[in-house]
C-alpha cells in the first residue's frame, strides 16, 4: 500500500475507533456510573454536558469517517471495483450515521431544553431514547468493524 491510501486508512480507523469506543464507553460506563451515583437534578445536567462534548467528537469522526472512506474508494477505482465488504460497510455507515444525525436534532436537544427547564422527567424520557439509539449505532458499530475486517477474507 502507497503513503496516500495508508494515510487515509489510519484516519479512516482512528474516526472509526473514536466513534464506536466512545459509544462503548458512554454506554457501559458513564451512564451507568452516573445512574448509581447521582440523583435526577445532577444526573441529567451531566449526562447532557458530557453528551454535548461527546457529539462534536462525534460530528468530526463522521466527517472523517465519510471523507477518508470515500477518497479510499476513489484510490481503488471507484465502488465497481472494491469488495462486496466496502459496499457493506458503506451502507451500515450511512445507517448509523442517519441514526446519529435524527438523536442529535431530535431528543438531544428536547434533552437541552427540558435540563433547561429542569423538567426531569420529560430529560429522562428523552435520555432514555437516546440511550436506545447509541445502543443500536453500538451494535451496528461493531458490526461494520466486523464485516470490514473479517468480511474481506469471505
Ligand atoms: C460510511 C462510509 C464508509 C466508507 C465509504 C468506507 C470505506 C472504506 C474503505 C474503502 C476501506 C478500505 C478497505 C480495504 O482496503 O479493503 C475501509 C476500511 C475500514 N473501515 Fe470503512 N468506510 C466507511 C465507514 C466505516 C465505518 C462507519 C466504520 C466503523 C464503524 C468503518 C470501519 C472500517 C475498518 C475497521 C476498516 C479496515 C479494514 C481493513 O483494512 O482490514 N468504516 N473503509
Request: net charge positive.
Amino acid at each position: 500500500m502507497s503513503l496516500l491510501p495508508a494515510l487515509l486508512l489510519f484516519l479512516h480507523l482512528l474516526a472509526a475507533a473514536f466513534w464506536v469506543g466512545g459509544m462503548a464507553t458512554m454506554h457501559f460506563a458513564v451512564r451507568p456510573a452516573a445512574v448509581a451515583h447521582l440523583e435526577p437534578p445532577l444526573r441529567l445536567p451531566f449526562m447532557a454536558a458530557a453528551l454535548s462534548r461527546f457529539f462534536v467528537g462525534v460530528s468530526t469522526a463522521i466527517g472523517v469517517l465519510l471523507a477518508s472512506g470515500l477518497l479510499l474508494v476513489w484510490a481503488a477505482g471507484g465502488f465497481a471495483r472494491v469488495h462486496w465488504s466496502v459496499h457493506a460497510m458503506f451502507t451500515l455507515g450511512l445507517v448509523m450515521m442517519a441514526l446519529f444525525l435524527h438523536l442529535r436534532f431530535a431528543p438531544y436537544p428536547r434533552l437541552l431544553r427540558a435540563v433547561a427547564a429542569g423538567q426531569w422527567p420529560v430529560a429522562a424520557a428523552n435520555l432514555n431514547l437516546i440511550r436506545k439509539l447509541v445502543a443500536t449505532n453500538l451494535t451496528l458499530g461493531v458490526l461494520v468493524f466486523a464485516l470490514a475486517v473479517v468480511g474481506r477474507a469471505l
